[in-house]
């Protein structure tokens, strides 16, 4: 079974602070994503990536960085958090819509 | 960019009857996927239909892809459907997709 772990599962940081989010799979995907969910918005994408070193914008990447340093991680960086970034965050990987695979979600608050 | 639109938002059924939820998208998709997500749980697919009819045990997904719908039939409810049903499309494929998904709708089956 295909495996995506996301840490932290719940963090809670102050406006202004640094927050990254924590991103890995076992599948050997080349494709990895960043979406947030939100009540009346459902799953925007923020940032994605199609291989190690290489990072896409998404529709919504304003005050967000991602990195990719590997084929099995994939990080989402809040440099200046804001409390309009609070909301949950998933992670997701795959070669192709059939195999796209979810992490558990990070609920992120920013106070 | 690419629009996806959900009805009905939500839906309250009791166990053994079925369910009919819609999508609308706003462009040619090439990739179509319904997903589920449990009560504050993460996204599991559940198929992939970019046009005709597939099956897959109590689920039917028709979509029509000229006139850029598709349907999610859940047959003989039960109380374990209960949770949030997402449609995502896609607009290109290989290895550089991104899924855009509607707001989704929210599944209650009472015993």
């Known amino acids: 079974e295909a495996a995506v772990t996301q840490s932290p599962r719940n963090k809670v940081a102050v406006t202004g602070g640094k927050v990254t989010l924590s991103c890995n799979q076992t599948n050997n995907h080349n494709n990895m994503y960043w979406y947030r969910q939100d009540t009346g918005h459902g799953l925007r994408l923020i940032h994605y990536s199609y291989g190690a070193g290489s990072t896409e914008k998404g529709d919504i990447p304003d005050g967000y960085k991602a990195s990719r340093p590997s084929q099995e991680n994939f990080s989402l960086i809040l440099e200046l958090a804001t409390p309009s970034q609070t909301s949950v965050y998933f992670c997701?990987?795959?070669?192709?819509?059939?195999?796209?695979?979810f992490g558990s979600g990070t609920r992120l608050t920013v106070l | 960019g690419q629009q996806v639109q959900q009805s009905p938002s939500s839906l309250v059924l009791q166990e053994g009857e079925n369910a009919e939820l819609q999508c609308n998208f706003s462009?040619?998709?090439?990739?179509l996927q319904w997903f589920y997500q449990s009560p504050g749980g993460s996204l599991v697919s559940l198929l992939s239909n970019p046009s005709g009819t597939k099956h897959t045990g109590r689920l039917t997904s028709t979509t029509v892809t000229k006139e850029r719908r598709s349907s999610l039939h859940i047959s003989s409810s039960q109380t374990t459907d209960s949770g949030t049903y997402l449609c995502a499309i896609g607009g290109s494929g290989g290895s550089n997709y991104k899924l855009t998904f509607g707001k989704g709708t929210l599944l209650t089956v009472t015993p």
């Open positions: 462009s040619t998709a090439t990739q």
């Open positions: 997701a990987s795959g070669e192709d819509p059939t195999t796209l695979y």
